[in-house]
């Protein structure tokens, strides 16, 4: 079982494209241009749907707005490079493009740590996040995964949406909520364990 | 796949949003690359942040950043890197330290065992590897926070059973735990730690000083 929901596979085998990702097989065409052409106009459409997405993810795990910019130039010159990696078989092109955004994110924090360091040092410690404009979902764009979490209890919801939208660890999200670690921890199992199902079932 | 030995679905789940320090992301990417099973939930996992990625709120963004990129895209055929084959680190920790085990400086720790550090981070998180001949006993010690433990190479035992290369050892705060390195082969393991680790012999919490941990 998996969540493969858009993948340009998909699309043409899906017999109810409204629960489709609005575009994922346009996407992956376009990525193949990318990959196989250089074709910089397909680069500039990816670039123009996908970067003030990238953007706002990024501000809403706390990646500072003055450092975002750059972020957004390192995950966009990602997929340029690396489009030729991109498998519509296994992920949907906003998968991807999602994967590589956290994976440049978790990259730059570790590069600001370095291990020789006393961890003592406070220049170890995360910086203070800056409060970034929240990062809502957008109700008019559902997507079968965003229907799924819309059908989860609403306290399982919050939980798997800090994890993504603000990029909080279990005991953060436990400290937020005022709730004990381990209810956090198994809100969180719960919530996946029924979207993979319900995910799954669409396929 | 023993399920005892792999990491719960929670820790997935934040895996894939990008919630976890970069020490225990490494964690978690070098273990699921033991397991076609984990590696699939953490792409249904990423299925759900690819979504919210579709419906999240739209922030402005300068159009010089798109002219910067597009003065810099290469033509060319991007050279893409092989994953570095090493027969003990999976992908995601060769990738992490450049090389391979024996690309590092391994310090002494304690007969028959060797150390090295790899991050330091946030709540005290350490990510350091561990090297122990077979047959050794690790000094008995508690722990101030989590302690996970991904088996690289060889195996160990502790009171939850045997751990071998690809199984995750989670040991939280409550725990007294003395792993046993199996006879034979030396045994490389991955290790996560937060805050020193809390030795019971007097012999152990002398050498702790030197060895940082």
Sequence with gaps: MSLRLTTGNDHMQAQDSSKNTPDAAHFAALLQLIAEKRDRTAFVEIFEYFAPRVKSFLLGQGVAPAAADDVLQEVMLAVWNKAKLFDPKKAAPSTWIFAIARNKRIDRIRRETKPELDPEEPNLQPGAEEAADDAVLDTQRKSAVAEAMADLPQ???????????????HGEIAEHLRLPLGTVKSRIRLAFGRLRSELGDLQ | MNTAHTIQ???????AAGALTPGRSLMVAAHAAYHDG?????????????????AVDLSNVDQRVLEHLLDNLNDAPPEIAAPRADEIFPDPLAEFVDGGADSLKWRFMGPGMSNVRLWNGPNDERLWLLRARGGIAMPEHGHNGD??????????????????????????DAMEHQPLIEQGEECICLVLTEGPLRFNSLAARMVQPLIGL
Excluded at chain 1, 159 to 164: A, D, K, Q, T
Aim: some cysteine; overall charge negative; hydrophobic content about 45%.
């Design chain 1, 155 to 169: 306290e399982q919801r919050i939980c798997v949406e800090l994890s993504f939208m603000k990029g909080l660890s």
């Design chain 2, 147 to 172: 302690e996970w433990t991904l088996v690289l190479k060889g195996a160990f035992n502790t009171s939850q059973g045997r751990f071998a290369v690809g199984d995750m050892d989670i040991a939280d």
């Design chain 2, 38 to 54: 984990l590696q699939e939930k953490v792409a249904d996992a990423e299925a759900i942040g690819g979504a919210l990625l579709d």
């Design chain 2, 9 to 15: 679905d929670e820790w997935l789940l934040s895996y």
